[in-house]
C-alpha cells in the first residue's frame, strides 16, 4: 500500500474536522468534493454560501455534505473577536482591527475555529503566499507546549525501499527556517518524530546531519548540531537520535558501522535533520529528481494544532492528500 493510501485509511477511521479557507479557488471546491467522496474528512468551508454554491456548480464541484461558515452570519463571531483581541493585546490590536480580521480574512477566521474547537485542523496556501498561511497559524494556534519553533517536513517515498523504513524518510526542514539555531534544531528534531510517528506510522530514529560524523571535523558548524544533540539528550526525548553525522552515516549500514559503530540511528535512520533551510532544500529537490522520489509535503510542524500550507501551483489531488494528512496530525 503507497504512503498516501495507508493515511487516507488511517484518516477515515476517526473522520476530523479541516477547514478549507479559500473557496474563491476552484481546486479547493474540486478537492472538496474529492475528500467528501473518499470520506477522509469532514469539510468546513469559508465564505459566503450563495458565492459558494454558485462557484461550486460553475466548475462542476459537488459540494454537498460541507459545512458553509459566513463570518458575516455566524453567530459566535463575537467570541472570535474577543479572543483574538486577548491574543494581540500586547501589539496593541484593537476590537475594531480584531473585528475587521475576522470578517474579512478567511485564514485567520479558520485558524480561530481550529484553536476554539470548532474544527481540527485547516489546509490553505493554494491562493496565499506561505508567510500569509503561517501568519494566520502562529498568530492564532500559536505553538505547540514545549515548542518554540514552527517548521516543516517532507515525507519522501522512494521507490526502490532501499533507505529508511520501506523506502519511507522525512527530511526536515526544507521550507521555513533559513538559519535553524541548535535549539531550533532540536526543536525541528522533535517535530519531525512527532510527524514520522503520527502520520506515517514509523518508529523515529534520528539523525541530527552535518559534513561531520562524530567530530570528524572541527567548525563553529558542527558545533552548532552537536549542541543540538546535546539539547535533546536533555529534553529526554523520547525517541532515538544521534548526530553529528554525514548523510552515508545516517542511512548506509556498512558506513554507518563504520563511521559510528556504537551509534543505534547510524545507517538506520528514517528521519533526517538538515543543519539549514538550504541544505534541507537543495536534498529533498536532488532526492525527489534523481531517484524519482514522491516529495509529499511540506507537512507544517511545531503547531499546537495542525495547519498545512499548500503550493500555489497545487492540484486538487494535493490539496485532498494534504488534508488527510492533517488530519492524521491530530493527536
Known amino acids: 500500500m503507497g504512503l498516501i493510501k495507508s493515511i487516507k485509511e488511517k484518516a477515515k477511521l476517526q473522520l476530523r474536522t479541516i477547514v478549507l479557507p479559500e473557496t474563491e479557488d476552484e481546486r479547493v471546491l474540486k478537492a472538496t468534493q474529492k475528500v467528501l467522496e473518499e470520506k477522509t474528512a469532514n469539510v468546513v468551508l469559508i465564505g459566503n454560501e450563495e458565492t459558494i454554491k454558485s462557484d461550486a456548480s460553475s466548475c462542476d464541484a459537488n459540494i454537498e455534505g460541507a459545512t458553509i461558515v459566513d463570518p458575516k452570519k455566524f453567530e459566535n463571531i463575537d467570541r472570535y473577536i474577543d ?3 486577548e491574543l494581540r ?7 475594531e482591527e480584531a473585528t475587521e480580521i475576522m470578517l474579512n480574512e478567511p485564514r485567520f477566521f479558520g485558524c480561530m475555529m481550529v484553536r476554539l474547537g470548532d474544527a481540527d485542523g485547516l489546509v490553505a496556501g493554494s491562493n496565499s503566499p506561505t508567510a500569509d498561511v503561517l501568519k494566520a497559524a502562529i498568530q492564532v494556534i500559536k505553538t505547540a507546549p514545549g515548542i518554540n519553533t ?6 519522501m517515498e522512494t521507490a526502490d525501499g532501499k533507505f529508511g523504513d520501506n523506502g519511507l524518510i ?4 526544507c521550507a521555513v527556517i533559513p538559519e535553524p539555531n541548535a535549539e531550533q534544531l532540536a526543536d525541528i528534531a522533535c517535530a519531525t518524530a512527532a510527524t514520522a510517528s503520527s502520520v506515517v506510522g514509523l518508529d523515529p530514529r534520528v539523525a541530527m546531519l552535518s559534513f561531520s560524523t562524530k567530530g ?3 567548525h563553529p558548524l558542527v558545533d552548532k548540531v552537536q549542541y543540538a544533540v546535546d539539547i535533546l539528550q536533555e529534553r529526554n526525548v523520547d525517541f532515538s537520535f544521534d548526530g553529528e553525522m554525514q548523510a552515508d552515516a545516517a ?3 556498512a558506513v554507518g558501522a563504520k563511521k559510528a559503530p556504537d551509534s543505534e540511528v547510524a545507517g538506520k535512520a528514517n528521519v533526517l535533520v538538515f543543519p539549514d533551510l538550504q541544505s534541507g532544500n537543495i536534498g529533498y529537490k536532488l532526492v525527489q529528481r534523481f531517484a524519482g522520489a514522491a516529495a509529499h509535503g511540506p507537512v507544517v510542524q511545531g503547531l499546537a494544532k495542525p495547519v498545512n500550507d499548500l503550493s500555489r501551483g497545487c492540484s486538487v489531488d494535493d490539496i485532498a492528500n494534504l488534508v488527510a494528512i492533517t488530519a492524521t496530525q491530530i493527536k
Not at 150 to 155: E, G, K, L
Not at 170 to 173: G, I, V, W
Request: glycine share 4%.
Open 150 to 155: 514552527v517548521s516543516s517536513a517532507f515525507i
Open 251 to 253: 542511512i548506509v549500514e
Open 216 to 218: 570528524s571535523a572541527n
Open 83 to 85: 479572543e483574538l483581541v
Open 89 to 95: 493585546k500586547k501589539k496593541g490590536l484593537t476590537r
Open 170 to 173: 522525512l527530511f526536515a526542514d
